[in-house]
């Protein structure tokens, strides 16, 4: 639990909002938290609870659980629909987002990823800060467990010809020495967002690989043989699932393509361009990944082992939850920027 209130888990969620960081007036709102439901709809989560599961109410049902007066709403129920139509609520993309929408955070902090995981994403964030290493200290043997320490070689370099080199660094980026460290905080937050989306990724890829070998096995039960509806769904879930990870997939190896050999050629506008592209695709990548990570999850407790449930539930729950809302999904991808080559 951060210093905010907000627990770890909450705040390294897709799909969870805790509602205290908005300007909210209404108390029982602030302990609250909106989140996105197994048919992609957002829904505020008044309590959950283990044995009593989970208390949830519409957006538009709050003036009737509220009395509010509809003829002159409150403030309250503008952020809330506003907020309600986004597509994800992982922190970078609700940074981009209630910038948009010129709703005030109470907290920014609160739009940070929890520390452990950051310490979770060394592993990815290797790729990114080796090629600097190597550029400033000639190796890449320092210890290293957090994006921090990188942050740490630079705010304190102990190596002469480290110093030399990160003088070098601040002409071709035209900032001060001194302010490196600053620069690598923005680079640092920048590759921990794509190594952050990465780790989601790679978290729902098993499940996807479950869903479809279980539509699969569905198509060939001789109980579904001639439900041409369960058939056709099937198809265009699978249609569209594939599609949406070839198009994440090709925009990741797209950006570490583009930033491999960022350290060869660096300049400001250069950082700041490759900053800005990334950034570009926040809210696609992360409004993507919240939604088949929703569904992924919806199915992955209902049906945890091959043999859970039987075909029956299965076709059930494929035509009553799964395919709603994952035409919201294609749309999130169909409205995503063209993508520029990072050279």
């Not at 320092?142 to 630079?154: A, Y």
């Not at 990724?201 to 001639?226: C, G, H, V, W």
């Not at 699978?238 to 300049?267: C, P, Q, V, Y």
Request: with cysteine.
């Amino acid at each position: 639990m951060s210093d905010s209130g907000i627990s770890d888990t909450d705040r390294d969620s897709l799909h969870i909002l805790p509602m205290v960081i908005l300007p909210l007036e209404t108390p029982s709102l602030n302990r609250a938290r909106l989140i996105k439901n197994v048919r992609l709809e957002s829904v505020i989560e008044l309590f959950t609870d283990k044995d009593t599961g989970s208390g949830q109410i519409g957006i538009e049902d709050l003036p009737q659980e509220f009395n509010w007066n509809m003829s002159d709403p409150p403030a309250d129920m503008a952020i809330l629909r506003k907020v309600g139509a986004l597509p994800s609520y992982d922190v970078y993309s609700l940074r981009i987002s209630l910038r948009d929408l010129e709703i005030p955070v109470n907290d920014h902090d609160a739009l940070r990823l929890s520390d452990s995981m950051s310490k979770e994403l060394t592993s990815y964030m290797t790729d990114f800060t080796r090629p600097l290493i190597l550029q400033i200290y000639g190796g890449d043997d320092m210890k290293i467990e957090s994006f921090e320490d990188v942050v740490k070689l630079f705010r304190d370099p102990d190596v002469g010809k480290a110093l030399e080199k990160i003088r070098i660094m601040a002409d071709k980026l035209n900032i001060k020495p001194e302010e490196i460290p600053r620069f690598m905080e923005d680079y640092g937050d920048i590759f921990l967002s794509l190594s952050y989306y990465r780790r989601c990724l790679d978290a729902i890829e098993p499940t996807i690989t479950e869903f479809l070998e279980a539509m699969d096995s569905l198509r060939d039960n001789y109980q579904f043989k001639t439900d041409q509806n369960l058939r056709k769904t099937m198809e265009e879930m699978e249609s569209t699932i594939n599609g949406l990870m070839a198009a994440i997939t090709g925009r990741f190896e797209n950006f570490e393509r583009g930033t491999k050999h960022m350290w060869d050629e660096i300049s400001a506008e250069r950082f700041r361009k490759v900053e800005q592209l990334i950034s570009s695709y926040h809210t696609t990548i992360g409004g993507v990944l919240c939604s088949l990570s929703v569904k992924m999850d919806a199915w992955a407790r209902l049906f945890p082992t091959p043999s859970a449930g039987g075909p029956g539930k299965r076709a059930e729950f494929i035509m009553s939850e799964m395919k709603q809302g994952m035409d919201k999904i294609q749309h999130i991808e169909d409205s995503a920027p063209m993508l520029s080559a990072l050279n």
